[in-house]
């Protein structure tokens, strides 16, 4: 299976600044996802990275806050904006094909203070 | 669109034991069902994985048991080790929405 490199592991960061997450995967994949995790609890989608269009966002989540980018079939990335303390979470790439197993970035501890 | 229920949310066992995880899901399209094993601070691993046109697989100590009728499947773990302590996943992807559904999460103590 393919490899995801997530970056960063972790952040800390002031309320009202911005964050970009990088995943690099080792091979094309198809699709390309990101979550959110909050501690002890499941993953959330929150959207499903398009190469070269708009990223889908699920119910919830918008792109002014979230926008994502995804130029090719191994990289992308998600900026959470404008954060505030609600965005401390955990946050997770993940990809792979249509059906077939989806493999994990490392996830992204970000705390906002 | 899917919804995915998994019980129970927290599970414990005497090692050597036997541990069952249940999934139900709601979208009679859903096709794919993995399984994720997630230790503490770790991101999430697949550990099983069975489609629609299967009953039944099994890996070693694992195996997964899937009814289309009823819509649920469930993780079956054999002769439990410490090692196997950690949260589990189940999830349903449907073909359409070309995207996971997971379940709230079972986790799973093995005590010695």
């Known amino acids: 299976s393919a490899v995801i490199s997530q970056k960063p592991s972790r952040d800390i960061c002031q309320r009202g600044t911005s964050l970009t997450i990088q995943c690099q995967v080792d091979?094309?994949?198809?699709?390309m996802f990101w979550y959110r995790q909050q501690p002890g609890q499941s993953l959330t989608l929150i959207a499903t990275?398009?190469?070269?269009?708009?990223?889908?966002?699920e119910s919830g989540f918008v792109i002014d806050k979230f926008p994502i980018s995804r130029p090719n079939l191994t990289f992308s990335t998600l900026t959470v904006s404008n954060m505030s303390p609600e965005d401390s979470s955990i946050y997770l790439c993940?990809?792979?094909?249509?059906?077939?197993?989806?493999?994990f970035g490392q996830g992204t501890r970000l705390t906002v203070v | 669109g899917e919804n995915v229920e998994q019980h129970p949310s927290t599970l414990s066992v005497q090692e050597g034991d036997s541990a069952v995880i249940k999934c139900t899901y709601s979208d009679s399209a859903s096709n794919y069902f993995p399984w994720y094993k997630q230790e503490l601070g770790k991101r999430p691993q697949l550990i099983i994985d069975i489609r629609s046109n299967v009953g039944e697989k099994k890996d070693q100590r694992i195996a997964v048991t899937l009814n289309k009728t009823a819509k649920h499947f469930s993780l079956h773990i054999t002769e439990t080790q410490p090692e196997d302590s950690a949260v589990y996943f189940c999830a349903g992807h449907t073909g359409t929405a070309s995207k996971l559904t997971f379940g709230t999460g079972t986790r799973l103590q093995v005590t010695l």
């Open positions: 091979s094309q994949v198809t699709m």
């Open positions: 993940s990809g792979g094909g249509v059906g077939t197993e989806a493999f």
């Open positions: 990275a398009n190469q070269g269009s708009e990223a889908t966002y």
